[in-house]
């Protein structure tokens, strides 16, 4: 059996050529594996048009450990930190910062609204207290695209530095801190990258890092530390994850080759073209407004034919080689479906096709939701 295609907000598809970077051993004193930290560090620096004021921290573990690092070692005990929430993500970051044991202020909006820059500029200007901001770019939640340019120039004014999760986003969509300032970013291997899961990073200002030593309250996840360990000797602090980083040097070749952020969010777009007119075809409805899907990942709500039963769509699916997701909302019963990864037309294509035949298989005639004014 070939490897299902992973429809999914991560891990996701990988390249052959991805996988095969890993079938070797490397020493974490190793020139080779030193120099490809080095250049991964400088690469990704680079992808965020950062290179004259930021620099690169990797960080051991799934996505969540560097947003961990990055708001335990920025936001100082004394800070507080204004979360925008509009999904499970942002929830997220406010449980680390309580975690943590810093204090946190939230701004709320339902998962199918865009974060307001407006009520981020008057609830800053309304309280001094707030130190930091944190928000994330693509709340891979419902797949809404949060309009970050806006959010950033309102904390740029209100002099509040801006923390960003841009997870599912990073070398997909646009992000230059020439144009959108931010004191720190943070993404992981495994997903627009398209490398294989198992290190974060953190993209932040140099002179924020400068002054972030001692602020960490965990040993490893601070990103000073591993920040002067890199410094020092090349080296990471503690056991680095070495196929990992040696999968993700062979994924920016292979990014830059596509032609980086531009390109790749290209295939996506084309991905997410495919699949919602495609979807629609069979009856099925997106949550968001078009205006507000990222090319990413599909929310689409559940259908209301007695006969969809998901976990009966969803084996069927898997059965034909491709894996899709549950939802994660409270705000409509629903399912979603990735375009990201190594996929490009021919799998969606093939995804859809196999979304037929299984609805034949069940009985369903059409993915029609309820109508909006029912669900209400
Ligand atoms: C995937 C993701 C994360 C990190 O999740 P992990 O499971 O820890 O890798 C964080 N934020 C967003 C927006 C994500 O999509």
Redesign the pocket.
Known sequence: MPDPYLLT??PLTTSATVKAAMLHDWGSRDAAFIAATASVRDRLVRLAGAEETHTCVLMQ?????V?EAMIGSLVPPSGTLLVLVN?A?GR?MVTIAERLGRAAAVLEWPEDKAVDAAAVATRLAGDPAISHVAV??????SGLLNPLDDIAAVCAEQRRPLLI?????FGALPLDARATPFMAV?A?S??CLEGV?GL?FAIVRCDALAAAAGNAPSLSLDLYDQWRGFEDNGQWRFTPPTHVLMALAQALDEHAAEGGTAGRGVRYRRNLDILVSGMAQLGFAPLLAPDLQAP?IVTFRMPTDPAFLFERFYAGLSQRGYVIYPGKLTVADSFRIGCIGRIGEAEMHGALAAIAEVMGELGVASGAPPRLEAAK
């Open positions: 907000p991560g573990g799934s996505g969540t450990f947003v999904g993500y997220r994330v770019q693509c709340e891979t939640t999760d841009a997870m599912s986003a943070a992981s495994n997903k899961p974060g990413i």
